[in-house]
């Protein structure tokens, strides 16, 4: 885990099921004031599949906050104030959580119904990354396996003094060994990024661990499904399985189909067409999961989709998961929204969307700011293929589209890059999040002056051009400031 995403002052609730019978209720009591303003944030990483947003508020509102589910599942609730706490709520539980700001550090005391599971802190996090750039998986695998017995015997001393309830013991010791395979698939993938050829080198020995710890947590465990890691653990691993196929299906497009599909190349391009994402996906869960974990890794890689705007045969899938589980509660969030999607999907182009002549009339930068002469640009570099590139359209275009709607003088440009093979997908999804602007699908040559130019890092990137053709690029990186964008772009006016 990165340490940087653990220095967040954030309140994360991680939702543990969507199954609603029993309440349960946790309470913040604030006591004293925080030496410094800081940002709350609740919210529910992979684990609710519904139009939830995040709620955001200032720390000094965490008095008097109330939490209530009707989950017949317990949850692990992470707090983060100055470290990281945990919390345990149980159906039916009603705590009360005190935080007290007198000391320099703040003291937090638990009770009500289901204190003797909450009266410390267990912790959650495995932090890995003084072990990033080791050729071998030796030393990082170790220090796991150390570090899980470690909380194993920890949760042991816990019970010995606080008596807790047998499924908080249990459900604690799955989540103590999941963590411990998550976090090491997730350091294995980031790694080989980092090590590059002597991954290639050695890669059979990390996944060879990998496999080793798969032995006591196995991917595929119903009775762990309430268990975050485990839960993130199929999100992970279906991610990286795709990573990997992708790599398959560029090295032997024959053996792949053949493998995955039971097909020629010729027929398997045909049915997959421009989707890289959601029938592979599909395969991949068909292959290692079933029952309760399978109907949740159906709901993710639908969510996934689904915030991600990849809606290519998104149909299909969907269709697989309402037949196998037809009485899903996931469906209750998932239905609408995939029906919406797909609908929004099959929207036609308009004349607003206008297409700057051919691919091949744009060779440089230099070319495209000739083009625009006169006006102040918003250039959006983006592709059909990235996934934040997606999620930031989704999310922000049309809302910068109204905030300039009685400026003629700003112009919206796309430049969709790596797209030349995928253009069907390229104008679906220009229709689908009613880019009304100007587009161009760059060569290679065109994308890599431009990115080179304005000195861009990844997709998306944001360049501001004035009337005069000067750019810059928008500080404002991913994920996306809309305001500050806004105001870089009024500056320019």
Request: with cysteine; charged share 25%; proline share 3%.
């Amino acid at each position: 885990m990165n340490k940087a995403c653990k220095s967040l002052l954030f309140l994360w609730i991680s939702l543990l099921s969507i199954t609603f019978t029993q309440a349960q209720t946790i309470k913040f009591k604030v006591t004293g004031k925080p030496a410094t303003e800081r940002k709350v944030h609740f919210s529910f990483p992979g684990l609710t599949f519904g139009n939830e947003k995040p709620t955001e508020q200032s720390l000094s509102q965490l008095d008097g906050f109330e939490y209530k589910s009707t989950s017949q599942s317990p949850q692990i609730i992470l707090v983060h104030l100055s470290k990281w706490h945990t919390f345990y709520l149980s159906p039916q539980d009603n705590l009360l959580v005190n935080v007290d700001f007198s000391s320099p550090e703040e003291k937090i005391t638990v009770s009500g119904k289901g204190k003797e599971n909450n009266a410390a802190s267990l912790d959650y996090f495995i932090d890995t990354e003084e072990f990033m750039g080791d050729t071998l998986p030796e030393r990082v695998y170790q220090f796991i396996q150390t570090t899980v017995a470690q909380r194993h015997d920890l949760l042991r001393k816990y019970a010995q003094q606080n008596h807790p309830t047998e499924d908080f013991i249990k459900n604690w010791n799955l989540q103590i060994d999941y963590s411990g395979t998550l976090e090491f698939l997730s350091f294995l993938e980031n790694n080989k990024y980092v090590i590059q050829k002597a991954f290639l080198h050695n890669q059979k020995s990390w996944y060879d661990a990998f496999e080793q710890l798969l032995q006591k947590t196995p991917l595929q465990n119903d009775q762990a499904i309430h268990i975050p890691a485990y839960r993130e653990l199929i999100s992970q691993f279906t991610m990286r399985k795709k990573g990997k196929l992708w790599e398959q299906l560029w090295a032997d497009k024959d053996g792949f189909f053949k493998e995955w599909f039971g097909l020629t190349s010729a027929q398997g391009e045909a049915l997959l067409k421009d989707d890289t994402e959601n029938l592979i996906q599909l395969k991949i869960i068909q292959r290692y999961f079933k029952n309760a974990s399978l109907e949740y890794a159906y709901a993710y890689i639908l969510n996934n989709s689904l915030q991600e705007s990849s809606i290519d045969n998104l149909d299909k899938v969907y269709a697989a998961f309402i037949q196998q589980f037809p009485k899903s509660a996931y469906r209750r969030s998932l239905d609408s929204r995939v029906a919406e999607k797909i609908s929004q999907y099959q929207q036609p182009l308009n004349s607003k969307m206008v297409f700057v002549d051919s691919t091949a009339s744009f060779t440089s930068f230099d070319q495209v700011l000739e083009k625009v002469k006169g006006k102040t640009v918003l250039l959006d570099m983006w592709g059909t293929w990235c996934g934040p590139c997606r999620e930031e359209l989704e999310m922000h275009s049309a809302a910068l589209k109204e905030h300039f709607k009685d400026r003629d003088d700003v112009v919206f440009l796309y430049i969709a890059n790596r797209d030349l093979d995928t253009r069907n997908t390229w104008k679906k999804l220009i229709g689908y999040y009613n880019l009304t602007g100007h587009h161009i699908l760059a060569s290679k040559s065109l994308n890599a002056d431009i990115m080179t130019k304005v000195k861009g890092q990844g997709y998306p990137s944001y360049v501001i051009i004035d009337k005069k053709g000067n750019y810059k690029l928008s500080k404002s990186p991913y994920p996306l400031n809309r305001e500050l964008l806004i105001k870089e772009i009024e500056d320019k006016l």
